[in-house]
């Protein structure tokens, strides 16, 4: 089991920034990868970036060269760092584990943190 705990989200003026965490616990040897998604109201969950256990990384056309995503392992922490925030997006931003044990895969998902960009 792992579990995942965001924090970082909250109110912004478009063009400002923000620095999502994502601490995650539990059996967090196994996890092969981080991904951060978001949602907007109603509009279907999208993943944002992805990271991996080889540090290879994955963003959504919209948000390239405006987030990055990092880790730091011994820190068991997963960053999203959001730059030139617009409007759009304005979403509640969920963090997700993959994790691999006995040759199964097990996605674990955390409760969300809200951001919000004002024009």
């Known amino acids: 089991q792992v579990q995942l705990v965001e924090s970082g989200g909250g109110l912004v003026q478009a063009g400002g920034s923000l620095r999502l965490s994502c601490a995650a616990s539990?059996?967090?040897?196994?996890?092969?990868?981080m991904d951060w998604y978001r949602q907007a109201p109603g509009k279907r969950r999208e993943l944002v970036a992805g990271?991996?256990?080889?540090?290879?990384?994955n963003y959504a056309d919209s948000v390239k060269g405006r987030f990055t995503i990092s880790r730091a392992n011994a820190k068991n922490t997963v960053y999203l760092q959001l730059n030139s925030l617009k409007s759009e997006d304005t979403a509640v931003y969920y963090c997700?584990?993959?994790?691999?044990?006995?040759?199964?895969?097990?996605?674990?998902w955390g409760q969300g943190t809200q951001v919000t960009v004002s024009s």
């Open positions: 990271i991996n256990s080889s540090d290879n990384t």
């Open positions: 997700y584990a993959a994790q691999l044990r006995l040759g199964s895969r097990y996605g674990y």
């Open positions: 539990g059996s967090t040897s196994s996890i092969v990868a």
